[in-house]
Each structure stands twice: as structure tokens, then as C-alpha cells.
């Protein structure tokens, strides 16, 4: 890299951090590592095919494509998706290996593009309006311009992060998902919700903002610590059970696959829980309707991981917040004891918690006044009406709502 590129590239020296910044949080512990080496690649004639899932929102259709080696050719994927731009802005987890985010940055400079590398030491706690303004200064420092696409590399917390900052960067550029944990590929990837966390509570503060493109490389899972891998297969969990009852079988049957990392089978998971996440995104944009099926145990989950301050995983949140949903469910006699059964195993099964919650219960239940989908003072929560089929209900009696998360610990 020449002397005039490497100015491209900004450094967390070039940044000011605050005794507050805390890589060592332990919600971060487990998941932030130096890694140079690229994953390695299997052989050509062991790949999986490219799969496509067309997102057909009203003027703002786009592509997620999954594709072993997406990454190398990104470049060449956000040139096409953003005619006319010049510029592009990498904010990159600085948990994602740097093999992996010098590829993607010579990529883009290979197809013509002008990379501004930003770094971002991504965790819940750093999920903050303080971080948004901080990756916002070197971009404006850049003079970028309306069609300077912002290119997220890294997990949910990066591109929910990098989603709000081209949201409000000259009030909106467009904006291109790289996720590279599972969850990111399977969930936040796709449906333009973007934000930051706020001291009463999780997302509070935020925007939709939908990418131009979604790159997907499953070769990157191999990089993931297995909390992370694990973590991700919670969404592919609530995915299944409030839309396709198949899908969940299935997983109940080869999620094993998903745990020793079979690039193949993870790509079409991968494929599978996008194209649902994208129906449901298609018949409700902004989450005015059924969108809110895809909260199925965010609402316990969302006040876990607040009480915990991060402690408990995204995806641990939402394993025990399903776990104290389908408890609701099979009190209120939507769901029948086998169905109960069955969602426990599967979450058992994918090395989540059902279980030994630690937290102070009332803290819990008073997290969720601070739900965003509270509406005219009542809690609403999506519960199962069968495998398959999300409902939401907001007359759950608050003794019940206690039972549940007293039924975690």
C-alpha cells in the first residue's frame, strides 16, 4: 500500500477514545480478537452456488447474495449497486480479521472506488450516539458526497452502527451490508433497521434506512467465536417458528450441521432465514403490522440483555426471551405442551440457554415499559399460536409476565 492510500485508512489513534469505551465489557470478552489470517477456502468443486434473495420493497427493491468468496469481488458489487460514486466509507468491526477487511478495501479500490477505512471496536456498550458522532467526524473530514456509499463489515452491532451513521450523513447516503456473524447474515442485515442503544433501554434511538445491496461471504463464519456462531442460530430459531414449521424441523434435524461450521449448509441457512426475514419486510416496511412477529422474544429478550448491561449475548437474550414466550403461549392454550417441548430442545440444542437466568426479576419486568413496541401504555407480545404462526397479543395478565421470567431463573 502506497504512502497515499494508507491516509485512507483511519486508526483508532486518530480517534478519541473515553475511559468509558470498554472493549473489555463482558458482552465483548468473548468476541473481540486480533485476527490476521484469512478463513481458509475449501476446494473450487466444494462450493456452494450463489443464491439471491430479492428484497421487492415499493421503490426500494435490492439484492442479498450469498456466495462462497463474496468478498474478494465486493468492489465490483458495490460499484454496481451504487452507479456514480467515487467515494466509499468501510466502517469495519474491529472483531473482523484484517485479512478479511484488507480484502474487502482492495476490492473496492480494484473496481475504481476510493476507500476510507474506519475502524469501530464494536460492542453493545459502544452501540452509542457518542460512537455515531465519533465515526461521523473522519467521514465528514473526507468531504464525501450524496452517492459516497457506507459499507458495513462486521456484525449486528456494525451495520445496526454503520446503518444509523448513512441514515444521517447529509441526511441519507446509500448504504451496503457486509455482515459477517450469523445473526447479522440471518437478521440485521436485512430490513433497514438501523440505531443505537440509549441508557433506558436498547435500539431506542434509531432510523430505517434500507441498504442498496447485502454481500453475504459464509466463508467468514469460520472466523466466529462459538458464542457468536450460537448466538446467530437463535434467530434462525425464531425465524422457523413464526413462519414455517417445515423450516423447523429441519432445523431440529440438522442444526448440528450449523455447530461443526458446513459452509454448505450454512449457506442455505443462511439463504433460507433471508428470504423469510424479506417476505415479512415486503408486507410491512415499518413494522406498522405483522413485522412485529420478527420481536418473537425480543420484548423478554431486549430487557435481559439491558438489566444484564450487555452481559447476556443478543442471541442468549433472545433464547431465554423465546423460552418465556412460548411459556406465555402454552399458559394462555395457544401452544400445546409437545410444541413447548420441542422449542426448548431446539434452543438446548444450538448450545443456547433455557435457563439460569441471574438477574433481579422485577428489574426485568420493569426494563419492558421501555419496549418499542409498548403502544397506548400496554405491552404487546408476540406469542406462538402453533409452530409456524406468530400472534400478538396485548392483554397478557402482568402476573404471567412475571411467572415467565421467574420460570428462567
Keep these: 500500500m502506497s ?85 466509499a466509507v468501510v466502517i469495519h468491526d474491529l472483531n473482523v480479521p484484517a485479512a478479511a477487511v484488507e480484502g474487502l478495501v482492495g476490492s473496492l479500490r480494484s473496481s475504481g472506488l476510493e476507500p476510507l477505512a474506519v475502524p469501530y471496536p464494536a460492542s453493545e456498550a459502544n452501540k452509542s450516539w457518542d460512537w455515531a458522532g465519533r465515526l461521523l467526524d473522519p467521514i465528514l473530514r473526507a468531504r464525501v458526497d450524496r452517492r459516497t456509499p457506507v459499507v458495513a463489515l462486521g456484525g449486528g452491532v456494525t451495520g445496526d452502527v454503520a446503518g444509523f451513521v448513512a441514515a444521517t450523513l447529509l441526511r441519507g447516503v446509500p448504504f451496503v451490508q457486509v455482515p459477517t456473524s450469523l445473526l447479522a447474515m440471518v437478521d440485521a ?64 434435524r440438522d442444526v448440528g450441521r450449523a455447530l461443526a461450521l458446513d459452509l454448505d449448509y450454512l449457506a442455505e441457512l443462511v439463504a433460507h432465514n433471508v428470504a423469510i426475514k424479506a417476505r415479512v419486510v ?53 401452544l400445546d405442551e409437545p410444541g413447548r417441548r420441542r422449542v426448548l430442545a431446539a434452543i438446548a440444542a444450538a448450545g443456547l440457554p433455557t435457563g439460569g437466568l441471574s438477574l433481579d426479576v422485577d428489574a426485568v419486568v420493569a426494563a419492558m415499559a421501555f419496549d418499542k413496541k409498548v403502544a397506548a401504555g400496554r405491552l404487546r407480545f408476540v406469542l406462538l399460536d402453533g409452530i409456524g404462526k406468530a400472534v400478538v397479543r396485548d392483554d397478557v395478565p402482568a402476573d404471567l409476565v412475571r411467572a415467565a421470567v421467574e420460570g428462567l431463573r
Excluded at 26 to 46: G, K, L, M, N, Y
Design 282 to 334: 415486503e408486507a410491512d416496511p415499518f413494522e406498522r403490522g405483522e413485522r412485529a412477529h420478527l420481536n418473537f422474544g425480543h420484548t423478554f429478550g431486549h430487557a435481559i440483555e439491558t438489566v444484564s448491561d450487555y452481559g447476556y449475548s443478543h442471541g442468549e437474550s433472545v433464547a431465554l426471551g423465546m423460552v418465556a414466550a412460548v411459556g406465555v403461549s402454552a399458559r394462555l392454550g395457544l
Design 189 to 252: 442485515s436485512v430490513g433497514g433497521k438501523t440505531g443505537v442503544n440509549h441508557p433506558a433501554g436498547k435500539n431506542l434511538v434509531g432510523a430505517f434506512h434500507q441498504p442498496v445491496a447485502v454481500l453475504i461471504d459464509p466463508a467468514v463464519l469460520g472466523t466466529l467465536p462459538d458464542r457468536e456462531l450460537r448466538g446467530g442460530l437463535a434467530e434462525c430459531v425464531k425465524h422457523d417458528l413464526i413462519r414455517d414449521a417445515a423450516g423447523f424441523e429441519r432445523f431440529e
Design 3 to 87: 504512502e497515499q492510500q494508507s491516509k485512507r485508512w483511519i486508526t483508532l489513534n486518530d480517534m478519541p477514545l473515553a475511559a468509558t469505551d470498554r472493549l473489555d465489557h463482558p458482552a465483548a470478552a468473548d468476541t473481540i480478537r486480533r485476527v490476521t489470517a484469512a478463513p481458509a477456502s475449501p476446494p473450487a468443486e466444494s462450493l456452494p452456488a450463489e443464491r439471491v434473495v430479492r428484497v421487492a420493497l415499493p421503490g426500494h427493491a435490492y439484492d442479498v447474495t450469498v456466495r462462497h468468496g463474496l468478498l474478494a469481488a465486493a468492489g465490483a458489487a458495490v460499484r454496481a449497486a451504487v452507479p456514480g460514486a467515487v467515494k
